[in-house]
């Protein structure tokens, strides 16, 4: 994989991405910190050690999520040798000083499986636990010695037979740390996760996520057109299983794993709609055919606006499912496009967009911006926020804004709309966004898994919470918002041909489109 930028030339240092978190943060093992800049894995082998440890380069890309570049040395080393027919190993974590009398070490016994697979996903342990000491949010780790609860996962992974079963383990330290994005995906499940980020996949078409408190699976959206839309899936269910097998405890990228597949099979899945679970009036069981899942980002239209004035405008209405790689880009272009054919206003429509990218979070409002606003604070795991800022920014458009969200705008949807609320750029509509404030990191590990780990929360640039508490909109999508003018104009919309002009949540906001020019507001 390409080296890629933390952000991009526009944003100012120290305080850009790249300088979010260092490669490593420092170790606080009873003793005076110092940066540890490299692991080294001990292991007896013939009654000798063998120390292992190559420097490479971190493999990092996000979904929800910061793409981070790190040059550091693995964990754990490519060159592991005899530890098949050892009965068992030692590991030493080692903090480099310029004194070799300074250096920290840590080390710690553990059985060696003689099941093959099983050794190689011990190799991953060691790897993930590593990756978590030194930048998992919480520095208690929930309240627990973190450096016991590797040996107690080492001892209970040696017995096992197969990789699934190890992984499972891994899996099962992980959540201890009682945070559901922290997790670790396997190497076929991360192949497919970079082919969603990258926008081109094969599946049903369908957008989930883990309820934070509860672990549910809920659909936040289905892409237009897609298996999953045409089946009358919606927003806000809960699946329950995917081809007879209950998901209790399962992640949504592993759900995700499920639902994809070559185009032309098929896939099962059972659904529970609403809030009433005493009768089975809720469950359904939908089968779906896999397509191809186009997933350009950005749909734009020019919807014609008539002012209160009653002269004809062109309101721009620009809707973005997803922070993919390409979606800065697409809708750069599209409001250029915009721009060169008259349009006077728009709406930015992240309604049931989960996330993606905060790199293309942060892309995006860069088109909408002027100046070095903030446009997001960064809080690590010793508590110092760092905020994120624009470096000379130039907007390509100063006309009039307003963002529409609902209780499916998550994670890189609340950063954008709260960089641009809070810098005093558009006006909120809709509905209490879903309240995901948490920034992970994506690292593959050396055998092609992938481990997800949250690095930092985020706070609005006002210093608003976000995380389970989600943005309230200034204004509620309702119709009683709307005035007796504007209300019969919305019975003329919805007999119209025009599903777009009729919907209720666009209507609110262009009224306050039309409240912003009667003020003189534009900004």
């Known amino acids: ?311 004809i405008s062109k309101l721009g209405y620009v809707k973005l499912s997803a922070f993919s790689q390409t979606a800065a880009d697409e809708m750069e272009n599209c409001i250029h496009e915009m721009e060169a054919q008259g349009v006077c206003s728009y709406i930015l429509d992240l309604r049931n967009n989960p996330g993606g990218l905060v790199k293309a979070g942060l892309d995006v409002a860069q088109i909408w911006l002027d100046g070095d606003e903030t446009l997001v604070n960064t809080i690590d795991r010793d508590g110092n926020m760092l905020p994120i800022n624009m470096f000379n920014g130039h907007a390509i458009t100063h006309d009039p804004l307003v963002v529409l969200v609902n209780e499916g705008s998550a994670s890189a949807s609340e950063i954008l709309a709260g960089a641009l609320h809070d810098n005093g750029r558009a006006i909120l509509v809709g509905h209490k966004t879903f309240g995901k404030g948490k920034i992970q990191r994506v690292t593959e590990l050396h055998d092609g898994s992938a481990l997800f780990v949250t690095v930092a929360k985020y706070l609005s640039p006002a210093l608003h919470e976000i995380d389970q508490v989600g943005i309230t909109p200034d204004v509620m999508c309702t119709t009683e918002m709307l005035s007796s003018q504007k209300e019969s104009l919305l019975k003329e919309k919805s007999s119209a041909a025009s599903s777009l002009e009729a919907d209720s949540c666009i209507m609110v906001a262009e009224h306050e489109l039309d409240v912003q020019e009667s003020k003189g507001a534009a900004s």
């Open 1 to 311: 994989m390409e080296s890629l930028s933390p952000i991009s030339s526009k944003f100012s240092n120290p305080n850009s991405l790249s300088s979010l978190l260092p490669p490593f943060s420092n170790f606080n093992h009873g003793r005076k910190s110092r940066k540890c800049k490299a692991w080294t894995l001990s292991l007896p082998c013939f009654s000798s050690y063998k120390s292992v440890a190559t420097p490479c380069k971190a493999k990092s890309n996000d979904r929800d999520l910061i793409k981070f570049e790190n040059d550091w040395r693995k964990s754990v080393g490519r060159g592991l040798v005899g530890v098949a027919a050892a009965a068992a190993a030692m590991f030493a974590v080692y903090c480099d000083s310029p004194s070799p009398a300074l250096a920290e070490s840590l080390t710690v016994a553990f059985p060696v499986s003689r099941a093959r697979e099983v050794n190689t996903v011990q190799r991953t342990l060691v790897e993930a636990w590593g990756l978590i000491r030194e930048t998992f949010i919480d520095p208690t780790f929930n309240h627990q010695d973190w450096d016991q609860k590797l040996q107690q996962t080492m001892v209970e992974m040696f017995p096992l037979r197969t990789a699934d079963a190890a992984y499972n383990k891994i899996s099962g330290m992980l959540s201890t740390l009682g945070d559901p994005f922290t997790r670790i995906i396997s190497p076929k499940e991360y192949q497919n996760f970079r082919i969603g980020s990258d926008g081109n996949l094969q599946g049903v078409g369908i957008f989930i996520n883990a309820e934070p408190r509860t672990g549910h699976l809920i659909v936040l959206s289905c892409i237009e057109g897609s298996p999953a839309a045409r089946a009358g899936i919606h927003e806000g269910d809960e699946l329950i299983e995917i081809n007879g097998e209950r998901l209790n405890g399962s992640d949504s990228e592993a759900a995700v794993q499920k639902l994809r597949g070559r185009v032309g099979t098929t896939v099962t899945v059972k659904l529970h709609s609403g809030t009433d679970w005493g009768s089975d009036s809720g469950f359904r069981e939908v089968q779906l055919s896999r397509d191809f899942i186009k997933l350009s980002p950005v749909s734009s239209a020019i919807i014609p606006h008539k002012t209160p004035d009653g002269h």
